[in-house]
């Protein structure tokens, strides 16, 4: 029900314009959950929709990938697409997730079915550990007694390991790909695992052909579309996300690491094993809140302009006349986040509106001389006994979207963002004028700048919004001026 592309939704009329070597065998996969669920229409007439008879197609192997918990449901795709003559491969998603006892009556029930050529178990979560891989493959065989395959996931980094473990308990089929090219943190990369396979002895391969090709294409590609294994993967295996949820959240740029570290904090609670776009939303948002805090910011900086210092680098390469100015000027200063390049003595306040942010700069908060500015009702229990010490001013913040509204106790944004956060302390203190300092912004092609343009917007449709100012350089479309304009 949407465009993808020629290989998510391939045809034998499009395969057969790809020059492919004869002696290839090809298989497609197709997820049984989309066909099952597909409203109105008959499961043998769906799969005879999607494919032609074996002897007519240039594909092989149909390979059905299906959650553990639809395998009763299977059935049907299993034996139309058995009928139109080709192998059958099963792919059990998500198999770390069920008990060994579910395990094996699965196996049992497949195995009753005749039906299938080859059973895959997939690490969908990257989780396992090798011993697991041991346990599930001597679990599966208590019921199946046909040939066994492993797809591997790399959230962990362990997709080789336990593909050479599943290989040294019998299991013969091993998925792998070139640069380890898979959704998210990726599959075995097929070069190392001929590599190690061709150290045992046992098989003859000539991996070395392979490497010009990872070398140079399949890196220009890995590049460019941002798959492999990486910390935030890591989390999704270990707390039990999907990892779609991480793929998502990186695609296009639009999260920066604070929101991605507190959307994975929001979901490892959730304790869903299955992807939902409203979920991703409302984990990117996180704590809910009221928006409202215990400080009122009325009339704090009446009548004295605020300079809002961000971390961009014009705030470093100008130091030294901002300091200037902050001495001859006397504005109050807010500084986002704690910038240990910045002397404290210059700073009014301390601000800080996003719980990740919170949560790294926390152990620095009890040290600090002057207040931070944070909304406490977003800050988890954990964080809240590490604050104990510092001067806090609780200013609300909610979110919605497309809103900006300003209130002396609390604000409403679109988004977490500590500059808007600080813009709307600024005008419920009454300030005269709003100057930013380091807020360099992005460039003008990075998805994240039509974002915040679109928040600048908001904020200047807001009834109290106050003039801001850039005075040093920034890509954002609000008024500049010069550090080093003597009129400012």
Known sequence: ?????????????????????????????????????????????????????????????????????DVDSSYDIINALKSLGYSVFVNIMQVDSAGNDDITKISILIESWNLVDVLYFADSFGSMEPNRVAEIVNTISAGWKGRLGIHA????????????????????????TICGMGRGAGNTKTEYLLAELMQSGKYDYFPDALYPLVLQEFYCLKKRYKWGENIYYFLSAIYGIHPTYIQEMLGGDLYDTDQILSAINFLKESNDSFYSLEKMLSALVGIEGKGIGKWSATDWAKDRDVLILAPGPALANNIKAIQGY??????????????????????????????????????LYSKLKVPIILPLERVPESIKISLSSAEILDYGLSLQKNKFEIKSNGTILSKSLSIFYAISIACASNAKRILLAGADGYEISDPRYKEVVSIFEQYSEAENAIPVKAITKTTYPIEQRSIYDPTL
């Open 326 to 363: 902050v001495k001859a000027k006397n504005p109050m200063v807010f500084c986002l986040n704690i910038n240990e390049s910045i002397p404290e003595e210059m700073i009014t306040a301390y601000v800080a509106c996003h719980e990740t942010r919170i949560l790294i700069e926390s152990d």
């Open 153 to 176: 996931h790399d959230n962990k980094g362990q997709s080789l390991q336990n593909t050479l473990k599943a290989e040294a308990c019998g299991v013969e089929y091993l998925d792998a």
């Open 1 to 69: 029900n949407k465009f993808l592309g020629a290989f998510a939704y391939t045809t034998d009329e499009y395969l057969k314009t790809i020059n492919l070597p004869e002696n290839v065998i090809i298989s497609v996969m197709i997820n049984a959950s989309e066909i099952i669920e597909r409203k109105g229409y008959d499961i043998k007439d769906t799969v005879n929709q999607l494919f032609q008879r074996k002897e007519e197609s240039p594909v092989s192997i149909v390979r059905v990938a299906v959650h553990f918990k």
